[in-house]
């Protein structure tokens, strides 16, 4: 994992760090008695920063080219780009602009975390949603109401606090493809926007049978340890997305993504009976197969093997 530290009362230092760190742009403001200090830990194209600025700073950046959520702790923003302002205050998380577009505005005394992934992780969540094509475009930058505001500052929370919380430590790659696939679907449903071409994709009945059923589950079981999503799973059958969604529902009652977590927690479960409980760790066997959260981890393998799994560990091993 990239770990980066700034830490500076230059406004010009400040500049030349965020225009390399973010995108180009012009700053301005008074800094005499404060600094502005950032920390970034980053890892597979999934980004966390954590930002603090004691002063108000002036900012005309150009375009992200990522999506770029802004969680607010204290202080507050002002986005002034297309003329006007739109405040946002501590306990928000809002898009800080469309990835294709330059943005500007004030940072206010404030405390924030910037948390950003590949716009290209959206156009694959909004087929796994619903079978659409097209680059996604968001019309506003709030969340749609309060449970879409909790949802999304949930998902942050969880690739701030911990995907990417410990400094230095390397984060086993499935961990970071689950997380940045988690935001994606989260920021899709969350914040207000279009899929552009959204043409529901036709299937033919014959591309969604169980031959393709069958093609799909053997590209899952001998992939699972690698970072796959629905757009791998329906090029190696090959049929289009939607067709292995039909396939799955129609014929396995779930989705392609359950069924390739099913698969992971079933793969962790034989690892976890085959460990020594000595020198393998719960948590590290649930990592290496994209469980970030040992919590959840533990809740559903209790659900479906009865039992947690430090107590597979434990006994299952000997």
Do not use: K
């Not at 034989?270 to 948590?283: F, I, N, Q, S, Y």
Request: net charge neutral.
């Amino acid at each position: 994992m990239e770990t980066l530290r700034f830490d500076s009362g230059s406004l010009e230092e400040t500049e030349a760090f965020l225009s390399e760190a973010y995108t180009p742009m012009r700053i301005g403001g008074s800094p005499e008695d404060s600094r502005a200090r950032i920390t970034r830990r980053a890892a597979g194209g999934l980004v966390s920063d954590r930002l603090e600025f004691g002063y108000t700073m002036a900012y005309d950046a150009g375009c992200l080219h990522r999506i770029c959520l802004v969680t607010v702790h204290e202080g507050s923003f002002a986005d002034t780009t297309g003329g006007g302002e739109r405040h946002f205050g501590p306990g928000e998380t809002f898009l800080l602009a469309p990835p294709d577009r330059p943005y500007r505005g004030e940072v206010r005394g404030a405390r924030y975390t910037i948390t950003m992934f590949d716009p290209a992780l959206l156009a694959e969540a909004a087929g796994t949603g619903g079978g659409f094509r097209g680059p996604v475009r968001f019309t506003g930058q709030r969340a749609l109401d309060p449970a879409a505001e909790r949802r999304l500052g949930s998902a942050v929370a969880h690739v701030r606090d911990h995907v990417l919380a410990a400094p230095g430590e390397e984060v086993p790659p499935l961990v970071v493809a689950t997380a940045a696939r988690h935001l994606a679907a989260v920021v899709l449903t969350a914040l207000p926007g279009t899929v552009l071409d959204d043409r529901p994709v036709p299937v033919d009945g014959r591309d969604a049978g169980s031959g393709t059923l069958r093609r799909a589950m053997a590209f899952v079981e001998e992939n699972a340890h690698r970072d796959i999503g629905l757009a791998d799973i329906a090029a190696a059958v090959p049929v289009t997305p939607r067709a292995v969604q039909y396939a799955f529902a129609r014929h396995a009652g779930t989705t392609p993504l359950a069924h390739l977590r099913r698969v992971r927690l079933a793969r962790a479960h034989e690892e976890l009976r085959a460990a020594d409980p000595g020198t393998t760790t719960v948590a590290a066997v649930a990592a290496r197969w994209g469980f970030s959260h040992p919590g959840r981890f533990a809740a559903e393998h209790r659900r479906e093997y009865g039992t947690a799994p430090a107590r597979t560990l434990r006994e299952d091993a000997r």
